[in-house]
C-alpha cells in the first residue's frame, strides 16, 4: 500500500464520493444551488467532471495532450489533497486556474459578440452553420449560440465562486471560526462571489 501523508493514495480519489460535511453544514454561506447542496460536495463533482475531462482529451487529441496533461494531473492532485486533508491553501491552484479559465472565456466571448454583431456571415462560418439561406433560421442560430456562449460562461463563474467559498469553508474550519453573515450586509464583492 502506498502511503502519501500518511494516507492511502486511493483515499484521495474515494473521498470524491464521500458527501457528508461535519463542520457548519447548514450555513447558508457555504450552500449553493439555491440550498440544496453544499460546496464542498460540489467541487467534488467538479474534480470528478474533471478527470471525465481528461478522458476525453487523452482519447481525442493524442499526442498534442502530452503537451498539457502533466500539468493537468498535478493541479487535480494538489486540489484532491486539499480537499482530503481539508487545507486552503492547497486549493488555491484550483482557484486561480478556474479564474484564468473565466477570464479567458469572457475575452473569447466578447470578440465572439463583437464578430456576431458586425458580420453574421463569418459568425455563423465559425460554427459551420454559414449554409443557411433564411434570415430567421440564421437569427434564430445565431441567437441560440450566443445563449449557449453565455450559459457556458455562467456555470464557469459559478465554478469559481465554489472553488472560492470552498477555500473559504477550509480556512474557516481551520481557524475554528463560525462566519453567518446576514446577505443584506454583504457587500458588493461577497455577493457576487457567493454561489447561487
Known amino acids: 500500500m502506498v502511503l502519501f501523508d500518511k494516507v492511502p493514495i486511493q483515499e484521495y480519489f474515494t473521498n470524491l464520493f464521500n458527501y457528508d460535511v461535519e463542520y457548519e453544514e447548514t450555513n447558508p454561506n457555504y450552500r449553493c444551488l439555491r440550498g440544496a447542496f453544499h460546496v464542498v460536495n460540489v467541487m467534488k ?14 482519447l481525442t487529441a493524442f499526442p498534442y495532450f502530452l503537451l498539457w496533461i502533466g500539468f493537468h494531473l498535478l493541479y487535480i492532485f494538489v486540489t484532491l489533497y486539499g480537499l482530503k486533508k481539508e487545507r486552503h491553501r492547497f486549493l488555491w491552484p484550483a482557484v486561480i486556474l478556474a479564474g484564468i479559465i473565466f ?15 458586425f458580420n453574421t456571415d463569418y459568425f455563423l462560418k465559425l460554427y459551420g452553420q454559414g449554409h443557411h439561406e433564411d434570415f430567421w433560421t440564421r437569427m434564430l442560430i445565431v441567437l441560440i449560440i450566443k445563449a449557449v456562449v453565455l450559459l457556458t460562461g455562467a456555470i464557469i463563474f459559478w465554478r469559481v465562486s465554489v472553488f472560492h467559498t470552498t477555500r473559504k469553508y477550509f480556512e474557516a474550519k481551520a481557524d475554528g471560526e463560525i462566519v453567518v453573515t446576514n446577505p443584506d450586509e ?5 455577493k457576487l462571489m457567493q454561489p447561487v
Open 103 to 117: 477570464l479567458l472565456w469572457s475575452i473569447v466571448a466578447v470578440i465572439k459578440f463583437l464578430i456576431g454583431m
Open 186 to 190: 454583504a457587500t458588493g464583492l461577497d
Open 45 to 58: 463533482f467538479f474534480m470528478v467532471l474533471e478527470f471525465i475531462t481528461i478522458f476525453i482529451y487523452v
